[in-house]
């Protein structure tokens, strides 16, 4: 895993020059690399507002307007007595799905994200909100092409 | 990536003797390691199906009951002109989700599960129904403790 927190600050990993293919394909093309969309795996430690669905609601739908993404269909649901939420946000270019486990302060967030989208720019909308003492980011690109030629 | 693919057959990667926590406490432990759940990140390659949304509900349907888990809500979304389609189905521990390009023959699946479920189980399920001619499986654990003695 990649942590790309550095001392509760948040860096862009790379450039988010995004540009979408032509045509039919709609995968995207960044520094000459072909993919499906970019993915990042956040853990939240020592986290707030974990049985909150009011918040963590508003959380995922401002994370995926920060992005530039649109929000097709939003899902909650709390548990009992954890009083643990799983949402999920269906968006027109992936999804964000959170599971909380507020008797330990941890939230699991999931941002997925093709198109002209930019996941990184979620990030920083979730710790304004959940306000975590501790967090991980790793980033994953999904259905990633290997050229022959790159060998 | 750890691919645990091998040659298309699927292997599973360690022990499924999953134990849950007792008391409050939702987090598993599982060899002496605490974790939240397991998240298993597929990418199908020479795929069928992939527009198919009746296909694609059955195969998430039926993935989630391989692994003993519990539908709480199907959601699927299919675009146009592209054909792809996003399906989430939220369960009562955690979530999988797909999001299909036609076009590539290429699909990203999740199956995050908590609890006592071996998203593991899936795998197979969805490869049945899927046919991926290439498949990458990677396996994260969500939230894993970092125990001060370990060190």
Request: net charge negative.
């Amino acid at each position: 895993m990649t942590d790309l927190a550095d001392d509760k600050g948040y860096h862009l990993s790379e450039s988010v020059d995004v540009q979408s293919t032509t045509g039919d394909d709609w995968f995207v093309s960044q520094k000459g690399v072909e993919f499906a969309g970019t993915h990042l795996l956040l853990e939240f430690w020592e986290a707030s507002q974990l049985s909150n669905e009011t918040a963590i609601e508003q959380a995922l739908v401002r994370a995926a307007e920060a992005a530039g993404a649109k929000v097709l269909d939003v899902r909650l649901h709390k548990f009992s007595p954890s009083g643990g939420v799983t949402g999920v946000l269906l968006l027109a270019e992936s999804h964000i799905s959170i599971h909380t486990w507020p008797e330990r302060s941890y939230a699991a967030i999931d941002v997925f994200m093709c198109g002209d989208c930019d996941p990184h720019l979620s990030v920083p909308v979730l710790e304004n909100i959940f306000r975590p003492g501790r967090m991980e980011v790793s980033e994953h690109k999904r259905g990633k092409v290997e050229h022959a030629d790159s060998f």
